[in-house]
T-cell receptor, first 110, second 115 residues
């Protein structure tokens, strides 16, 4: 079957760095997405990786290893507003349907 | 430009009643998706439209659920004879077209509560 695993919850301190991992097992691979979802709001796009390596975008970076079926989202200089759920989603064999992880709830403490 | 809009934002209904949820995608986006999200859970795929066609309805939980899209734009998700287990946030998303590389833009969702 197809599966995406993420930690359920993580806690980090304001100003620090946190890494949220995502492992996947899918039929085919056409890219991996990270979305941010604040409580009570819709998910918003953060990043897309289709090739191995690190993509940096400001305080956020996303890494992909296709051979290991593994990605991580790295958040630097954490701010209180980064408290949210982070969803990992994979585009597999289907040319339209994303396979979604359950999300990682990130709690930032002062 | 305008993003994806959904209405109503909140809906409380009695068990057994029918409800209609509306989604207005970003203009020009040909692909439209409906998801369901229960509290603290991930996204559950319901149905996908490419234009007005729904090639995949496999995610619809039961035959009480149906959806249509007209004019390649607005979509309506209808739930007949609602049950308490239908209570969730229903999210709509659109993308330029289908395909793995295309970002999905989400609407704010409709929170459905069945009493």
């Amino acid at each position: 079957g197809q599966n995406i695993d993420q930690p359920t919850e993580m806690t980090a301190t304001e100003g620090a760095i946190v890494q949220i991992n995502c492992t996947y097992q899918t039929s085919g691979f056409n890219g991996l997405f990270w979305y941010q979802q604040h409580a009570g709001e819709a998910p918003t796009f953060l990043s897309y990786n289709v090739l191995d390596g690190l993509e940096e975008k400001g305080r956020f970076s996303s890494f992909l290893s296709r051979s290991k079926g593994y990605s991580y989202l790295l958040l630097k200089e954490l701010q209180m507003k980064d408290s949210a759920s982070y969803l990992c989603a994979v585009s597999g064999d289907s040319n339209y349907q994303l396979i979604w992880g359950a999300g990682t709830k990130l709690i930032i403490k002062p | 430009g305008a993003g994806v809009s959904q209405s109503p934002s909140n809906k409380v209904t009695e068990k057994g009643k029918d409800v209609e949820l509306r989604c207005d995608p970003i203009s020009g986006h040909t692909a439209l998706y409906w998801y369901r999200q229960s509290l603290g859970q991930g996204l559950e795929f319901l149905i996908y439209f490419q234009g007005n066609s729904a090639p995949d309805k496999s995610g619809l939980p039961s035959d009480r659920f149906s959806a249509e899209r007209t004019g390649g734009s607005v979509s309506t998700l209808t739930i007949q004879r609602t049950q308490q287990e239908d209570s969730a946030v229903y999210l709509c998303a659109s993308s330029e077209t289908s395909g793995g590389a295309y970002e999905q833009y989400f609407g704010p969702g409709t929170r459905l509560t069945v009493t």
